[in-house]
């Protein structure tokens, strides 16, 4: 953190509150809603919600919450409030230079993190699974860049919302092969997730209830390939198959997977080949980012949710990984995430890395 940056942050944090107590009758709640606010790096940080009752009202109007049964709603007020207070101790401590990434409000702060984590859909029994469907990466003797962004340079299609299905492993499957598809023809077609949904079951996937990467990648060698977006809609629930060859957009001819747990060997294939699917350990503090680079030395649980790998670079002499998620964009950075590169495999990121040949 830079010195102007902390001596400013002081001053909202010491000084405002003081000024608060001379001028509150004056002001009022827009006063307090100006100095419960604070400005670092043009990211505007929230460190309180109070009164909470007024966020709830909010936060139900903008996600289109409603709970008609009383006794429901308090159960979910009480949640929310739980998790409202999770996010002000957490940016107190980004605001102090504790923490390296900053937390927020999204659809998931009505959610208990039981109920949260039924809705991640990656499934691995064991690493067989994944290397026997895919042939082993070998990096080339190229010299990668220090940092890339394959977003700028067309290989990425927009962010995408799973919903309430767990579907994370599509998304990151089609994501990879939509960048293979545009480094191979020069055109950027958004893929269908929902024939994956639909059609790979016998390749091991569960539908919404859970799926992997290299099962589906099985799958569109077999079929002959995915159906663009457009021609075979995403519904976010399961459905009978309906996939047609004869609207078959891409194919792959089978898949690569990174060497495990190596982020060097990751960074290569990102930086030679493209995006990359991966499997990371989504847990309670990745659901509530919001900006900045994630950096969680806990984040060591078994993986249990599909992304995709864009880009890497570096801020502020902090290595990251730049990802692309499936819940929208009104989550984390625009629907994308910076996690920390470099950390000892931080969230098993390197543990899984596939994508499609083509």
């Known amino acids: 953190m830079k010195f102007c940056e902390c001596g400013s942050m002081m001053f909202s944090l010491i000084f405002l509150p003081m000024l608060a107590s001379s001028v509150l009758s004056a002001s009022g709640p827009e006063f307090i809603s100006w100095f419960e606010t604070v400005k670092m790096r043009n990211k505007t940080i929230r460190l309180s919600y109070k009164p909470y009752e007024n966020t709830w009202f909010q936060y139900k109007k903008d996600y289109g919450k409603s709970y008609p049964e009383t006794d429901v709603d308090e159960l979910r007020y009480t949640i929310f ?197 991966v499997a990371i350990y989504a847990g309670p503090k990745f659901i509530r980012y919001k900006g900045g680079v994630y950096d969680d030395p806990s984040c060591t649980a078994r993986v249990n949710h599909g992304v995709l790998v864009v880009g890497y670079g570096t801020d502020a002499g902090k290595d990251y990984w730049l990802v692309k998620n499936s819940w929208g964009t009104g989550w984390g950075e625009n629907g994308y995430i910076r996690m920390v590169r470099n950390k000892s495999n931080q969230c098993r990121i390197a543990d899984m890395g596939i994508y499609p040949l083509v």
């Open 81 to 277: 409030v739980s998790n409202l207070k999770l996010i002000e101790e957490h940016n107190a401590r980004y605001v102090m230079g504790e923490e390296s990434y900053y937390v927020g409000i999204n659809q998931f702060a009505g959610m208990t993190e039981k109920e949260f984590s039924e809705m991640l859909g990656l499934v691995v029994q064991n690493d067989t699974e994944v290397n026997g469907r895919c042939s082993s990466y070998l990096p080339a003797e190229n010299v990668v860049p220090d940092a890339i962004d394959w977003r700028q340079k067309g290989f990425v299609t927009p962010v995408k919302g799973q919903g309430h299905c767990g579907s994370c492993w599509a998304f990151s499957t089609t994501g990879s092969l939509e960048g293979q598809y545009f480094r191979k023809t020069k055109k950027l077609v958004s893929l269908s997730e929902q024939q994956l949904v639909d059609c790979s079951g016998k390749f091991g996937n569960h539908g919404c209830s859970g799926g992997l990467m290299s099962n589906a990648f099985a799958y569109i060698k077999y079929f002959g390939g995915l159906e663009s977006e457009q021609d075979y809609h995403y519904v976010g629930k399961d459905q009978i198959c309906n996939a047609s060859k004869s609207k078959v957009v891409a194919t792959c001819l089978g898949c690569a997977y990174v060497k495990k747990g190596s982020e060097s060997s990751l960074k290569s294939a990102v930086g030679e080949v493209g995006p990359v699917s």
